[in-house]
């Protein structure tokens, strides 16, 4: 169960979110679940605004709701804002964080895709869309390693890695959908089979 725990946040610790969320969205290739690490280091341990239970049940609850995958920015706002103590600060600071994340990216999408669409025929645009594909996927790894190592115990928990292993293997060779993996996740962790 994720707990809350108090924190106080003056104008500049907002401001401090909303530019490191404007920062992210900078450099944030293919979304922000490349970034959890970076994002995690920022809000755990150096700030201490969100605790560890709280970091990973933002990304979970956001990834098992329907809707786009960075709903777990906002969600990482409303927790804070939640530590807060106030209902309005946990609105501000979902909308905050959320704003920060899509509003650079966004307009640099919308400027850059057309040009990028008339001059796709050009090697060099070529060759950085396929030398990105290695990139995303070791951010992604990263990203999966941080979240499997935020609990010490699931560290050394061989079958969590197990079913870890089996499932990115029937997900790149298989045709098998991801909610159905999900689903049997749910299930063994109901069961008690597995267990964080």
């Known amino acids: 169960m994720m707990t809350a725990h108090s924190i106080a946040m003056s104008m500049s610790d907002w401001f401090d979110l909303f530019r490191q969320y404007l920062y ?109 594909g290695p990139v995303v996927i070791a951010l992604l790894i990263a990203s999966g390693y941080s979240l499997a190592t935020t609990n010490t115990s699931a560290q050394h928990d061989w079958p969590l890695w197990l079913v870890t292993a089996i499932s990115t293997i029937l997900v790149w060779r298989t045709k098998i959908p991801m909610l159905w993996l999900l689903a049997a996740g749910g299930v063994f962790g109901a069961l008690g089979i597995l267990h964080v």
């Open 24 to 132: 992210y969205s900078f450099v944030s290739i293919s979304g922000p679940l490349v970034l959890l690490p970076e994002m995690r280091n920022f809000l755990v341990n150096e700030h201490h605004w969100l605790t560890d239970a709280q970091f990973s049940a933002s990304i979970v609850l956001a990834q098992a709701a329907p809707g786009p995958n960075i709903l777990f920015v906002a969600l990482m706002g409303w927790n804070i804002g939640l530590n807060t103590g106030s209902i309005f600060a946990a609105l501000g600071g979902g909308l905050l964080c959320l704003v920060g994340m899509l509003l650079p990216s966004s307009a640099m999408v919308f400027v850059t895709a057309n040009w990028v669409q008339r001059n796709s025929h050009l090697l060099a645009i070529r060759a950085f869309k396929q030398g990105m």
